[in-house]
Structures are given as structure tokens and as C-alpha cells.
């Protein structure tokens, strides 16, 4: 088992930006590629952006490249994303979770564990 706390989130003015962090316990972390995910009211849930075990690979969506980097201290057992540029179609409830072996994956079923999300507000 492993478990997975979210944090970080909050209210902030379009433009601006925050960093979420997820730590993660239980089974050893570097075991796991790392995944964020959001979702929006109305909406599925959406990959956001991938890392490998390792840290030196990692994959995002389109509408977030060049504005959001997610990255991981396994030596911490924690997940970052970095949100820089914040839009207001950025307001979701996002969501760590991890995929067991060690390659990232864009889908949410291929992910074996999750957070409780934490919520990110972007005002206009």
C-alpha cells in the first residue's frame, strides 16, 4: 500500500502561481512512476503530467508545457508540480497518484493509488 497527501493548493490571481507538493509512505517510493491529475466540476478527470521513477523523464499535456514542471525527491518520498502562469481554466481539484513499475502513463486507470486532492482556484 502506499498513501499519498496532497498539499499546496489554494486561491490565486491568473498570472500567478503555486506549488503542490505530494508525500507519499508505505511501500518504497522510487518504485513508483508519478502522476498529476485534475479535475474540474462537470468534467473527467485529465492527465496533467507524468515522471518516471528516476526523475529524467516526464510527459505533460499540452495545455500545461511550458508553464507547469513536476518533479520528485525520492530521498523525501515526495511529488512536486510547479504551476507558473496560472489560467483560470486551471481550477481543478488536482490529484498525486502512483503507478507501480517504474514508466510514466497518461491514463487514470493505469495508476494502482491516490491522494484526496487538493484544491487550485484561479481567479481572473
Known amino acids: 500500500q502506499v498513501q499519498l497527501v496532497e498539499s499546496g493548493g489554494g486561491l490565486v490571481q491568473a498570472g500567478g502561481s503555486l506549488r503542490l507538493s505530494c508525500a507519499a509512505s508505505?511501500?518504497?517510493?522510487?518504485?513508483?512512476?508519478m502522476g498529476w491529475f485534475r479535475q474540474a466540476p462537470g468534467k473527467e478527470r485529465e492527465f496533467v503530467a507524468s515522471?518516471?521513477?528516476?526523475?529524467?523523464?516526464?510527459l505533460y499535456v499540452d495545455s500545461v508545457k511550458g508553464r507547469f514542471t513536476i518533479s520528485r525527491d525520492n530521498a523525501k518520498n515526495t511529488v512536486y508540480l510547479q504551476m507558473n502562469s496560472l489560467k483560470p481554466e486551471d481550477t481543478a481539484v488536482y490529484y498525486c497518484?502512483?503507478?507501480?513499475?517504474?514508466?510514466?502513463?497518461?491514463?487514470?486507470?493505469?495508476?494502482?493509488?491516490w491522494g484526496q486532492g487538493t484544491q487550485v482556484t484561479v481567479s481572473s
Open positions: 508505505g511501500r518504497t517510493f522510487s518504485g513508483y512512476a
Open positions: 497518484a502512483a503507478r507501480s513499475g517504474t514508466y510514466y502513463n497518461t491514463v487514470p486507470g493505469e495508476y494502482d493509488y
Open positions: 515522471i518516471i521513477w528516476s526523475g529524467a523523464m516526464t
